[in-house]
T-cell receptor, first 116, second 112 residues
Framework: KAGVTQTPRYLIKTRGQQVTLSCSPI?????VSWYQQTPGQGLQFLFE???????NKGNFPGRFSGRQFSNSRSEMNVSTLELGDSALYLC???????????????FGPGTRLTVT | SQQGEEDPQALSIQEGENATMNCSYK?????LQWYRQNSGRGLVHLIL?????REKHSGRLRVTLDTSKKSSSLLITASRAADTASYFC????????????FGKGTMLLVSP
């Protein structure tokens, strides 16, 4: 099976702009989670989608949003970028069924976002 | 907020030696997972241990879980230079679904 893919791999944006990141999960996986990784805060959970529905959301401002399509592909959007949004954004997929325990997650290579 | 706290923050050893990393967490869990991350790349799942398990093995990896102490350890035996990476523990913090809370990680350097 192909792994989790994320596009683009690198992005440079200016403060105030918006950005959209894309994630294609492993075939058959219906759960997609997004994480932000920074040197200061480490890995932080952004949100999780399952069958096009957001099931869980981390403690991030409303500028961070996401969605999932019927083919399980997911996008996340960050509007009005700030310098502090510079980070590695990781997407992970799992087979996580509804109301089940946490499954192991398969991560993509990440998108490195730099905000100048 | 971080659920898990890894210890030590950094570890430097020689090839062939064993490496032990510890993780402590705060709230009750259903399971605990360990991941590896090579410099600036995605995370790779290593092992998952459920709250009713005490020990689990996978190749050169041995994970223990002590729910009474809210702690886990990851032992890598006979380490290799290719094991150089950051290692993270992650818990579900009892929230279910696929939400993981990660610690800040242990950076392991294995020198030839």
């Amino acid at each position: 099976k192909a792994g989790v893919t994320q596009t683009p791999r690198y992005l440079i944006k200016t403060r105030g702009q918006q950005v959209t990141l894309s994630c294609s999960p492993i075939s058959g996986h219906r759960s997609v989670s997004w994480y932000q990784q920074t040197p200061g805060q480490g890995l932080q959970f952004l949100f999780e989608y399952f069958s096009e529905t957001q099931r869980n959301k981390g403690n991030f401002p409303g500028r961070f949003s996401g969605r999932q399509f019927s083919n399980s592909r997911s996008e996340m959007n960050v509007s009005t970028l700030e310098l502090g949004d510079s980070a590695l954004y990781l997407c992970a997929s799992s087979s996580g069924k509804a109301a089940q325990l946490v499954y192991e997650q398969y991560f993509g290579p990440g998108t490195r976002l730099t905000v100048t | 907020s971080q659920q898990g706290e890894e210890d030590p923050q950094a570890l430097s050893i020689q090839e062939g030696e064993n490496a032990t990393m510890n993780c402590s967490y705060k709230t009750s869990i259903n399971n605990l997972q360990w991941y590896r991350q090579n410099s600036g790349r995605g995370l790779v799942h290593l092992i998952l241990i459920r709250s009713n398990e005490r020990e689990k093995h996978s190749g050169r990896l041995r994970v223990t879980l002590d729910t009474s102490k809210k702690s886990s350890s990851l032992l890598i035996t006979a380490s290799r230079a290719a094991d150089t990476a950051s290692y993270f523990c992650a818990t579900d913090a009892g929230s279910g679904y696929s939400t993981l809370t990660f610690g800040k990680g242990t950076m392991l350097l294995v020198s030839p």
